[in-house]
């Protein structure tokens, strides 16, 4: 089939690429005339495992191709895919003028296709509020008609389940498919597209109305996000009573109604999808007078959580209010700058909460990543100091954090780390490492859930 994929941010791309390798002929749209250049040269401006391999591979065959020029590809499409951004407004919704925008530069582009073509498939594949698929379609025929033509569409709801780090595979082999339209025709470009993919995985096709899938994505995602914020909360209320996450987790995640995924604590959740959707969420439910008191909750929780290593860090060096600059000749290196491993976003990124509360206290921050550095550089400058190896950033720190949890981290020499070191100590915000273990190697130890280790 002929695809249009429409934006080239992180759905956009990974979309284009995977269509491209189950054997679709793909066009890439963008408005930004230097990203497409970058893009043509197989370049990608965002870091995602995979992603530039696919890129190269089918730039070369001639399957995947980008441009600026929205009608290059529309007269013989089965599918025009919107990927573009939907960013949070000031009251908590999704911003929709990129979506309406394309939507209405689609109807204009239509004119180009043939009277008797087949009804060209719109896909809003970004994640977008209940309701989008109707005004994506009133868009288009509002263009169509100021233009005096008359072209058959259809608008369907795909909204995309990709996890940050592993979205290659999790589009190639996808664990369900969600599909909202309205007609049999909509439907069969769809499955002619994704087919590939579900013979692979052996995944589940949805089809259902528009509205439903577009309720579902956000269901997800808070799902997802309120079992973070639970088993944190736990891990909190651990701590406290003298009990052990790890063995809670596990023994709650045995039940097949339950399941062990999402029960890691950590430093709260962030990135581009999780706190932007609650929000968005938390509105629709706010318009349409039900309250979704557990999403507030879950929300308020996971701002509380984002303190939790910096809580730790003021109970260990006994940090008071009222007392200027506390940590001032102190320097504390820091593991991890992206809201999780695998990924450059640093997007509600506990790690820049946890740098402002250090360096407000008078700390000295030297912080390391395998892939964001040069984000939050370009985010926050000089504010920390920055290391090229984890060993690096340990060089006389007085306290080792951890916010991220790149495997890397976990493999470290911890014998060359505390060498570097003034001190041995680590407050681990992705539980790393065992208390035990630590315990017995000398440090002091905070993690999340879990009994401190202090050492003599």
Excluded at 217 to 236: G, P, V
Excluded at 378 to 401: H, M, N, S
């Amino acid at each position: 089939m002929r695809v249009l994929v429409i934006g080239s941010g992180y759905v956009g791309l990974v979309a284009a690429a995977c269509f491209a390798e189950a054997g679709h002929r793909v066009l890439g749209v963008d408005v930004d005339a230097a990203k497409v250049a970058t893009l043509s040269k197989g370049e990608s401006p965002i870091f995602e495992p995979g992603l530039d391999e696919l890129l190269a591979k089918h730039l070369g065959s001639g399957a995947l191709s980008f441009t600026t020029d929205l009608k290059a590809g529309i007269a013989d499409a089965d599918a025009a895919f919107i990927c573009v951004g939907t960013p949070q407004s000031e009251d908590g919704s999704a911003d929709m003028k990129y979506v309406l925008a394309v939507a209405g530069q689609l109807g204009e582009a239509m004119a180009l296709r043939a009277a008797d073509a087949k009804p060209l498939v719109v896909v809003d594949k970004s994640t977008v509020p209940v309701g989008t698929a109707a005004r994506v379609h009133a868009a288009i025929a509002a263009a169509l008609r100021k233009a005096g033509v008359d072209r058959a569409f259809e608008v369907v709801s795909n909204p995309e389940f990709l996890r940050e780090g592993s979205a290659i595979g999790d589009f190639l082999e996808p664990d369900r498919v969600v599909v909202g339209c309205r007609t049999d025709h909509a439907e069969a470009v769809m499955k002619g597209l994704y087919q590939p993919f579900l013979d692979r995985s052996g995944g589940k096709w949805f089809r259902m109305d528009p509205p439903s899938a577009e309720l579902t994505k956000y269901a997800a995602n808070a799902m997802l996000a309120l079992r973070i914020s639970f088993i944190n909360e736990i891990a909190n209320l651990a701590e406290s009573v003298g009990a052990d996450v790890d063995y809670v987790k596990a023994a709650i995640g045995a039940d097949h109604r339950i399941g062990p995924a999402f029960l890691n604590p950590g430093p709260g959740f962030g990135g581009s999808c999780f706190p932007k959707d609650l929000q968005a969420l938390l509105k629709v439910g706010r318009e349409h007078g039900q309250p979704m008191m557990t999403l507030a909750t879950t929300v308020e929780a996971n701002r509380h959580q984002k303190q939790v290593l910096l809580r730790k860090v003021k109970a260990h060096f006994d940090v008071h209010p009222g007392v200027p600059a506390p940590l001032q000749g102190r320097r504390f290196a820091l593991w991890g700058l992206a809201f999780k491993a695998n990924t450059d976003d640093i997007r509600e990124s506990m790690a820049l909460e946890l740098i402002d509360g250090l360096v407000n206290l008078g700390a000295e921050v030297v912080a390391h990543d395998f892939a964001a550095m040069d984000a939050v550089k370009a985010r926050i400058g000089d504010k920390v100091r920055y290391a090229e190896t984890p060993l690096a950033a340990c060089e006389g720190a007085d306290a080792l954090l951890i916010a991220t949890e790149w495997p890397q981290y976990r493999d470290a020499d911890l014998g060359a780390v505390a060498k570097a070191m003034k001190a041995k100590r680590i407050f681990d915000g992705r539980n790393l490492f065992r208390p035990e273990a630590l315990e017995a190697a000398g440090w002091t130890y905070h993690s999340l859930g879990r009994r401190a280790v202090v050492a003599p």
